[in-house]
């Protein structure tokens, strides 16, 4: 059985794309039968793996509208290994066409539910903002990872997210969980990071994982060419520090 993990953050720009992409990697590499699955209309996580966005006949967009099932549209990353359902700008459109179809927020479920015993973990990248699609992987998913910069301005957003994520759990899948907060682009020299890392340590505990991603150079370059940091450059800190998440997860999800 697929175990299905969204990666959501509403606030932008704190590494939920890299963090989705390297931990598919990782745990591709670790023996689990992976997919990726690209709800962002910017098709990040798609390049990053390796895909090219402008070049798709069939994505998640066509999958979520009924237009395709998830086995037309699926791909293979060609560095990481791991499947990728992907997503262009086609995927914008979905917002609106979606309003008007029937379980609207249950559209990414059905469609996976079919391929259950594909893969071992299916990881949904969202937009960074609380939209039909971040609906829509947080009704399919069992448990939320949410990646953070131990920064104020992110345990403003947290509070938001953990209370979106209530509200889904009471009204709409009641699965859903929180499995962690990731600590990213961490710079142990900064007092301040040091400071909002002992507050989450302090009022979430064990659900805050051990691995730390550092700040890294070689992570930000990887999609650029169109490989997870990884694979990209396996002795860099922050592939390091991915590998060691991944190995987290493995262990963390036998316990849920």
């Known amino acids: 059985m697929a175990r299905i993990f969204c990666v959501a953050n509403q606030k932008g720009g704190v590494g939920k794309t890299t963090t989705c992409v390297n931990l598919a990697a990782a745990l591709q590499q670790a023996g689990q039968r992976t997919l990726l699955v690209d709800l962002d209309p910017q098709g990040n996580a798609t390049m990053g793996s390796g895909i090219d966005k402008r070049a798709l006949q069939k994505s998640v967009y066509h999958v979520l509208v009924g237009l395709a099932t998830l086995d037309q549209a699926r791909a293979s990353s060609p560095s990481g290994g791991y499947d990728v359902l992907p997503a262009n700008r086609d995927l914008a459109g979905a917002e609106v066409e979606l309003v008007a179809l029937e379980r609207r927020e249950n559209r990414l ?14 990881l949904v990248d969202c937009p960074p903002s609380l939209s039909m699609l971040t609906l829509n992987g947080l009704c399919a998913a069992h448990g939320v990872i949410i990646p953070m910069q131990c920064e104020y301005y992110a345990l403003e957003g947290l509070s938001d997210l953990v209370n979106t994520i209530k509200k889904v759990h009471a009204n709409l899948n009641r699965d859903l969980k ?19 890392s002992a507050q989450l340590e302090n009022h979430f505990a ?14 930000a370059e990887a999609p650029s060419h169109g490989m997870p940091g990884v694979i990209f450059d396996k002795a860099a800190k922050g592939a390091q520090a991915y590998m060691a998440f991944a190995t987290e997860m493995i262990e963390r999800v036998k316990t849920l």
Not at 111 to 116: I, M, Q, R, S, V
Not at 186 to 192: I, N, Q, S, Y
Request: hydrophobic share 50%.
């Open 109 to 122: 479920r059905d469609a996976l539910k079919a391929f259950d015993a594909d893969y071992d973990f299916v």
């Open 178 to 196: 929180i499995i962690g907060l990731l600590r990213v682009m961490f710079d142990p020299r900064m007092t301040l990071q040091q400071q909002v």
């Open 206 to 219: 064990d659900k805050v994982f051990r691995a730390i991603v550092p700040r890294n150079v070689r992570l």
